[in-house]
C-alpha cells in the first residue's frame, strides 16, 4: 500500500479547495476548457462519486442517519474508490485529472464536526499527493449571498445540523462553515496550498491558477493534438 | 469505564457501559455462528439480555458491501473502509447503546477479523491499526483456532468455496481449492499474531461442537461473574485469559455454576462436562437447521460419551 507522497506517475493531479459559494467550481470549469484546449488529455473527478458508495451516502444523508464517525468514513470510502479505480489509472495513463474537492475538504469538515485530525489525516494516507492543489478563499458573508441567490437554504449536513450546534440552519451554516475555514486556513501552509482570493474578478483567479499550473505540466502528455 | 484501541468518536460516552462486550473471532467455517447461536439461548435461561451482532449488518453500509462484493469490484482500500463504516455504525447504533442498557453483547467476528483480511492483502499494519482505533476493547475474545487441514472438510461439504473466503482476488489464476488453502493458511498466520498481540482466549476448534460449546461457555460464565475489566483494574482479567483454567475458576465461582444450571464439575474431568438438557436439546435444534457440514460434526459429538 502506497502512503501519502509525491506519485510518480506519467500523470498530473490538480484539486480545487473552498467552501460552497468559493467559486471553485467555475474555475476548474476554465481550467478544464484551457487545458482540452491546450491539447491535454483531461478528466474530471467529483467529491462523493463512486457508483459504488454514492447510494448510500444519499440514503444516509436523506434518512439523517450518518454521525460524524459515518460521515466521516463513507466519504472516506468513496474516495478509496474513486482513487483506486478512477484516479490512479488515469495518472498511470498519463491524464490530467481534476478534482473538485480532494482530502482536504475531508479533513476540514470531519476535524469541524469532532474528528481527531491526526486520525483523519491517517486514513487518507492512501491519497496520492496533488501536483498543485488551489484554495479559494472567500469571506463567509460573500459565500452565503453567493449560495442563497443560487438556491432556497442551505442543506442539512452542509450546515451541520446533525451536530445541534443551533436550530436555525442559517446560525447552525454560519457556526459550521467558520470553523470549516478556519480548518482550511491551518492546512494552507501545512499542504503547500495556494491560496486565491476569491473576490477578485473570475478572471484574475483564472489567471493566476493558469500561470501555476502550466509550470507544473512540462512533462505531461499531450494526448490529442490543439486545434 | 471503558477504552478504544485510541480515538474516542464524537459524542461517544464512555462510562457507564455496564454491559459485556463479548467478541467471537474465528475464519470462515469454523463454527462461529453455530456457537453463537448456543451461547445466546444459554445465556437468556439464565436472564441475560443478549444482542447479537457481526460484520457487514449495519443498516447503512450493510447491504452496499454485500452489493459491492457481489460484483468482486472493490479495491482494498476500499473494502477496508467499507468495513470500518459498517462497524461505525453498529458501534454507535447496536453495540454502544446495548452495552448501555446492561446486555450481553455477543458479536460474531469483530476489528481482529477485518484486519487480518487487510494484512492478508497487503495493506500498511499501521494504517488498519489507525483505521480501527475507535473500535472498544471488548471483555474478551474467544478465537476459535483450526488448521487449515481441518478447516477445508467442513467448508467443502457445507456451502463449497466463497470466492472472497478463497482469496480469489488474491489468487485470480488457481483454482477455488488451492486458492482456498493458499488464503486462508495466510489468514490463520495472521490470526496468530493478532492473537497475541491483543490477548485472544484461544479454544481450539478442530473437536466437536459440543466441546467447543462447553469451553465457551465456560468462558463466557467466567467472565460474566468476574469483575467488570473496564469499571476496576484492568490487567487483572488478561491473566486470568489462559483457556484451560476456565473449568475450575467457573466453579470456583458459585453464581456461575448455579447460574449455569450445570451440576459441579470435577476439576479432572475438564473436556467432558454434562451438557445441561436444554443446551443439548439446542444444539441438536440448531444442528438441524445447519448446513451438512455441521451436521457431521455434531453426529460424531454425539457418537461420543458425554460423561
Known sequence: MKRYGEHRFAGKLFVVEGIDGSGKSTQLMLLHQWLQAEGYGTVFSEWNSSPLVRDITKRGKKKHMLTP?????IHATDFADRMEHNIIPLLKAGAVVLCDRYIYTAFARDVARGMDSKWVRELYG?????????????????????????????????????LGLSGDPEVSFRLFQSHIIDEYEKMVPEY???????????????????????????????????? | ???????????????????????????????????????????????????????????????????????????????????????????ENEIVPALRAGFVVLTDRYTYSLMARALVRGIDPAWIRNAYSFA??????????????????????????????????????????????????????????????????????STD??????????????????????????????????????????EASPAASSASEAPPQAPETPAAPQPTPRAAEAHRASAAEEKPG?????NAAEGEPST
Open chain 1, 69 to 73: 464517525a459515518t460521515f466521516c468514513l
Open chain 2, 1 to 91: 469505564m471503558r477504552e478504544t484501541y485510541g480515538v474516542v468518536l464524537p459524542g461517544m460516552n464512555l462510562t457507564d457501559l455496564t454491559g459485556r462486550l463479548i467478541v467471537i473471532e474465528g475464519t470462515d467455517g469454523v463454527g462461529r455462528t453455530t456457537q453463537i447461536n448456543l451461547l445466546k439461548p444459554w445465556l437468556e435461561q439464565q436472564g441475560r439480555a443478549v444482542l447479537v451482532t457481526g460484520m457487514t449488518r449495519s443498516s447503512l453500509a450493510g447491504k452496499g458491501i454485500k452489493q459491492a462484493k457481489e460484483g468482486h469490484t472493490l479495491g482494498r482500500v476500499t473494502l477496508s473502509l467499507f468495513y470500518s463504516t459498517d462497524f461505525a455504525d453498529r458501534l
Open chain 1, 192 to 227: 503547500d496550498i495556494t491560496g486565491v482570493d476569491a473576490t477578485l474578478p473570475i478572471e484574475a483567479q483564472q489567471a493566476q491558477m493558469r500561470q501555476l499550473v502550466k509550470t507544473k505540466l512540462a512533462q505531461a502528455k499531450r494526448l490529442r493534438v490543439a486545434p
Open chain 1, 126 to 162: 492512501f491519497a496520492v499527493k496533488p501536483t498543485g492543489a488551489f484554495y479559494f478563499r472567500v469571506p463567509l458573508e460573500v459565500a452565503m449571498r453567493r449560495l442563497l441567490d443560487a438556491r432556497d437554504g442551505f442543506k442539512f449536513y452542509e450546515a451541520g445540523m446533525d
Open chain 2, 136 to 205: 472498544l476493547k471488548p471483555d474478551v475474545v474467544f478465537y476459535l483456532r483450526i488448521g487449515v487441514d481441518d478447516l477445508i472438510p467442513r467448508v467443502v461439504f457445507s456451502r463449497g468455496f466463497d470466492y472472497w473466503e478463497s482469496g480469489m482476488d488474491l489468487h485470480p489464476s488457481e483454482d477455488m481449492y488451492e486458492s482456498f488453502r493458499k488464503y486462508q493458511t495466510d489468514l490463520l498466520k495472521q490470526f496468530d499474531v493478532l492473537a497475541e498481540e491483543y490477548r485472544f482466549e484461544v479454544i481450539d476448534a
Open chain 2, 294 to 298: 455441521a451436521k457431521v460434526l455434531v
Open chain 2, 209 to 250: 461442537v459440543r466441546a467447543i460449546f462447553d469451553l465457551l461457555r465456560d468462558g463466557v460464565s467466567r467472565v460474566l461473574t468476574a469483575e467488570p475489566l473496564f469499571a476496576a483494574s484492568k490487567p487483572q482479567a488478561a491473566e486470568e485469559a489462559a483457556p484451560e483454567t476456565a473449568p475450575q475458576l467457573a
